[in-house]
């Protein structure tokens, strides 16, 4: 018999005992036992020369003991730790605040300075450093998810003194009369014109968005992220949010109801602290040299006579008391005609700005600003009464300082 019939024999054979036999007697099923799957980090990358990130580090996810979640977020830096504090120096850290404490942030970088571990040494045309700093609340029953991070861009301040140190302390929930870290709209921003508080307070500007916020007594998250651009070799910024040096943690929050207009006062109370801090920090201790070159004007309507008690009338409606004023140095005609697409005069207005200082009795403080004088039009070429508008320029100055 050929070796291929013989093979075809046997295989007709072995289908006709399988069609014959019942499966269950055929063959024995083991039970699979699947082994319990236990997740691990996998191993940072050997020979990597950039000593800032690596996935297994302790600042690679929010603070898991909050929620059990663990997420990658940008290039962590190496031993960085955020805890939380009702003190402003970090002492006694815990995760679990009230909606009735202060709370503050500390941000650890295991021995790296915040100028090093940030890269600051590349800001090298700015005012001052910054990094950037924002905090996510999460309603009870929501969870946090990934890629929820550096959606709000905030240029925060760091001082030249703090980017030496290992630790960074910043406001969360701070004593409004305390207010430390400073945030602005552009990193450029040289005369902070536009500062701002950080952390919660910057979640809501009234009672009612506040209650966006917190819309009911619970238990709420607060998820926190610092991070800072990535440069290359050369110094030049590289764009991607994998490659930022981040930090980021949570900590437990319980709202309740009872403090809400509370949190709502103390976010007045933080605008206001910081706006007096900016004033301060501002203000004026001599007089300025401008003002002594002051415009000469023979218009009867700008002769002390008349222009002083316009003046009281005007800044009086917020009882500020009239102190000084001057008008500005100017070129060209001394009243200028603004007219409307059609080419009709709307209004003539004095060319200089009149300055005025007063004195704000609320405050007990001593201010400069600018006001324009201006006639709307009557028709026939005639204009009406003058009157004033503004004030606008304003800066603090030291009322001793006036003379």
């Keep these: 018999m050929a070796k291929s019939s013989l093979l075809i024999l046997i295989a007709a054979i072995a289908v006709t005992s399988f069609l014959t036999q019942p499966a269950v007697g055929q063959f024995t099923m083991p039970k699979i036992k699947i082994p319990k799957i236990i997740r691990q980090d996998p191993p940072s990358t050997p020979n990597n020369p950039d000593p800032i990130t690596t996935s297994s580090d302790s600042s690679s996810s929010s603070i898991d003991s909050v929620t059990g979640n663990s997420e990658v977020r940008g290039a962590p830096i ?17 995760t679990n605040f009230s909606s009735s404490e202060f709370i503050y942030g500390r941000l650890d970088l295991g021995g790296r300075t915040v100028y090093d571990a940030f ?13 950037s700093y924002d905090l996510v609340i999460y309603k009870p029953g929501e969870k946090p998810y990934q890629g929820n991070w550096g959606g ?24 409004p009369s305390k207010i430390s870290t400073i945030k602005v709209m552009l990193a450029d921003e040289k005369d902070f014109s536009n500062r701002g508080i950080a952390g919660i307070y910057t979640k809501w500007y009234n009672a009612d968005s ?22 290359d070799d050369w110094g030049k910024q590289v764009i991607g949010s994998d490659l930022k040096p981040t930090a980021s943690a949570m900590f437990a929050f319980q709202f309740s109801g009872t403090d809400g207009q509370t949190l709502v006062a103390n976010q007045v109370k933080a605008v206001k602290s910081l706006e007096a801090a900016k ?22 309507k700008l002769a002390p006579a008349r222009l002083v008690p316009l003046i009281k009338g005007f800044i009086g409606q917020w009882n500020l008391t009239y ?11 001394l009243w200028v005609i603004e007219k409307n697409s ?30 324009y004088m201006r006639e709307s039009y009557s028709g026939a070429g005639t204009y009406g009464q003058p009157y004033l508008g503004g004030i606008r320029d304003v800066q603090y100055i030291d009322c001793a300082a006036v003379k």
């Excluded at 190496?78 to 815990?94: E, L, M, Q, Y």
């Excluded at 300025?288 to 009867?300: R, S």
């Excluded at 004095?350 to 600003?369: A, T």
Aim: glycine share 6%; with cysteine; aromatic share 14%.
């Design 78 to 94: 190496r031993g960085a730790k955020i805890t939380f504090s009702n003190n402003p120096d970090g002492s006694n850290p815990k």
């Design 119 to 131: 890269g600051l040494k590349n800001q090298t045309d700015v005012p001052y450093y910054y990094i």
């Design 152 to 175: 709000s861009r905030n240029f925060t301040m760091v001082t030249k003194e703090e980017a030496k140190k290992t630790y960074w302390n910043f406001d969360v929930l701070p004593d």
């Design 210 to 231: 506040a209650r966006s916020t917190f819309p009911q007594s619970g238990a709420y998250t607060v998820d926190v992220t610092v991070w800072g651009d990535s440069y």
């Design 279 to 300: 004033n301060a920090s501002e203000m004026l201790h001599a007089m300025p040299d401008w003002w002594y070159k002051t415009a000469t004007v023979t218009d009867a």
């Design 323 to 333: 102190m000084k004023h001057m008008i500005t140095e100017f070129s060209g005609p």
């Design 342 to 371: 059609l080419g009709i005069p709307e209004y003539r207005m004095v060319k200089p700005y009149i300055y005025v200082i007063y004195k704000d009795p609320k405050e007990n403080s001593c201010q400069v600003g600018a006001v």
